[in-house]
């Protein structure tokens, strides 16, 4: 899914309350139960939590590994792809999970992002052809105590004058005809996907 239709399925650029909306039923969200509790106007702070069920659950009792994960994915990016604006390309590159403690309960993330992190940003592209700033997040329970924390690296570069989205293509190729008449069919048309490919470090 290229990067344009998910804004457009977030919300786009419209209001921090459509952007919540549109969050909290997309259907991986919707299905672990994770809900966005509040979106700053300006982008740079989200609320984020997620209420442990019998159908989120492991086989343990407690959260999921892979949903405390989630609750973390693609916010740091929304939030710097926002406040940077259209002349910048930004990308989720990399994340890593460490975990502190079993989730039980009602679980929390909060994200935060500051003017001094987004002029950083602005200055290393002023001599670097990209730059890959790191962000961390903790996921706590009730108590405030720490259950895991998630660092994000993202990909940040200026778009060039005139870029075109970098796309890549799969082409899917159809199943062998048979000729009625025992003649070599013609060869069929391949069919292709193309969707938009992450710029090489």
């Given at each position: 899914?290229?990067?344009?239709?998910?804004?457009?399925?977030?919300?786009?650029?419209?209001?921090?309350?459509?952007?919540?909306?549109?969050?909290?039923?997309?259907?991986?969200f919707?299905?672990?139960?994770?809900r966005v509790?509040?979106?700053?106007?300006?982008?740079?702070?989200?609320?984020?939590e997620?209420?442990?069920r019998?159908?989120?659950?492991?086989?343990?009792?407690?959260?999921?590994?892979?949903?405390?994960?989630?609750?973390?994915?693609?916010?740091?990016?929304?939030?710097?792809?926002?406040?940077?604006g259209?002349?910048?390309?930004?990308?989720?590159?990399?994340?890593?999970?460490?975990?502190?403690?079993?989730?039980?309960?009602?679980?929390?993330?909060?994200?935060?992002?500051?003017?001094?992190?987004?002029?950083?940003?602005?200055?290393?592209?002023?001599?670097?052809?990209?730059?890959?700033?790191?962000?961390?997040?903790?996921?706590?329970?009730e108590?405030g105590?720490?259950?895991s924390?998630?660092?994000?690296?993202?990909?940040?570069?200026?778009?060039?004058?005139?870029?075109?989205?970098?796309?890549?293509?799969?082409?899917?190729?159809?199943?062998?005809?048979?000729?009625?008449?025992?003649?070599?069919?013609?060869?069929?048309?391949?069919?292709?996907?193309?969707?938009?490919?992450?710029?090489?470090?």
């Open positions: 899914m290229s990067r344009s239709v998910l804004l457009k399925l977030l919300g786009g650029s419209k209001t921090s309350h459509a952007l919540r909306r549109w969050i909290n039923f997309w259907p991986p919707l299905g672990a139960g994770i509790k509040h979106i700053a106007p300006d982008m740079k702070a989200i609320d984020v997620m209420k442990l019998w159908w989120n659950a492991n086989y343990v009792g407690t959260h999921f590994g892979g949903s405390l994960f989630a609750m973390t994915d693609a916010f740091y990016m929304l939030m710097v792809m926002a406040n940077l259209r002349d910048y390309i930004v990308w989720d590159k990399a994340a890593s999970i460490r975990y502190r403690k079993p989730g039980k309960g009602t679980v929390r993330a909060e994200f935060r992002l500051t003017d001094a992190q987004l002029d950083d940003i602005r200055d290393k592209l002023k001599t670097l052809p990209r730059y890959e700033p790191t962000f961390q997040v903790d996921v706590k329970d108590s105590e720490v259950v924390i998630i660092e994000k690296l993202l990909h940040v570069r200026l778009k060039q004058p005139n870029e075109q989205p970098r796309r890549w293509t799969i082409c899917h190729a159809p199943p062998n005809i048979r000729a009625k008449n025992g003649r070599a069919p013609r060869p069929p048309r391949s069919r292709c996907q193309s969707e938009p490919a992450l710029a090489p470090s």
